[in-house]
């Protein structure tokens, strides 16, 4: 089966803070004019911003940049009100949000704020709902839920968002039950390193070599079905590194989380080369497993800022 349409790139910049309040604003004109599509706030308790606020504050700094969560935990906040948050930013920021949605699962944010951190299946039921919760709250007219976790009574949601029926979604995933459901429900698919450890370690690691995301690719496609062609596949780049040194960046990688090399060279996670060798990878990793939409770290935005003025778009 063929990995996926071919789909236009763009390109996204994860971040978490700034300063000050001018800080972050000209962090988001400076993400904008650089040509990135999006601008994506992780959702943890830890030290950042919090992604509703500082993303709609980035949307009045800004004219055309979209924003979202990479990705809002569904278990943090009733699915309802981050429904009516993200109508809100939708309208606020005339029509530039996407929707982030996962099932959370990282165990020190549970254990901090005193949220139950219930087995993966479990939350993944909440997660489930909370989608259904979500897209009916900002559908047209009442919408009623009754489910296991959540119960929702002639609810009319408004504002309605700019962007009909609802603003694109992204679901994130690692393990093959959020995978299906991503490829059953999402506009945007993340292919994510497994997380059930409830940590970023070597479990997680071992999930993000090239064997791994082909075996997440195809549980998305059988999924899919005919939506396929609806998908857009995005990944988080998580060692990315534009260098002359592509061997010796690669070498210190693989050392600095104890993998071979070889693991690092292949991994879709990974980008490391010159200009020239990104671009070539980016596009051959979109002619043979599909991704258009790749996110890099705050770190990356100037020196990832040439791949994204020749490839944005094409």
Known sequence: ???????????????SSAPDGAGWAELGRRVEGLGYSTITMPDHF???????PALTAVAAATTTLRMGALVYDNDYKHPLVLAKELATMDVLSDGRVEIGLGAGWL??????????????????DRFEEGLAVIKGCLAEGPF???????????????????????PPLLIGGGGPRV????????????????????VVGPDAIATMTLAA?????????AAAGDRLTDIELNIRVFFA?????????????AS???????????????????????????????DELGFSYLIVGAENIDEFAPVVAQLANT
């Open 46 to 52: 830890g030290d950042q911003l919090a992604p509703v």
């Open 213 to 221: 995301v082909e075996e997440k690719l195809a549980v998305v496609r």
């Open 256 to 286: 600095m989380i104890s993998v071979d090399p070889a693991m690092i060279a292949a991994s879709p996670f990974a980008l490391i080369g010159d200009v020239d060798q990104v671009v070539d990878e980016i596009e051959r990793r979109r």
């Open 179 to 198: 995978l299906g459901i991503a490829a059953r429900q999402a506009d945007i698919v993340g292919i994510n390193g497994t997380m059930t450890a409830g």
């Open 107 to 124: 165990e020190s944010d549970y254990r901090a704020s005193g949220i139950p951190y219930d087995r993966p299946g479990r939350r993944i």
């Open 1 to 15: 089966m063929p990995p996926s349409p071919r789909r236009p790139f763009r390109f996204g910049v994860q971040v």
């Open 241 to 253: 590194k534009v260098t002359d040194d592509r061997a010796g960046t690669i070498d210190s990688v």
């Open 144 to 166: 009623s839920f009754a489910g296991e976790h959540y119960t929702i009574t002639d609810y009319d949601g408004r504002p309605q968002p700019v962007q009909r029926p609802c």
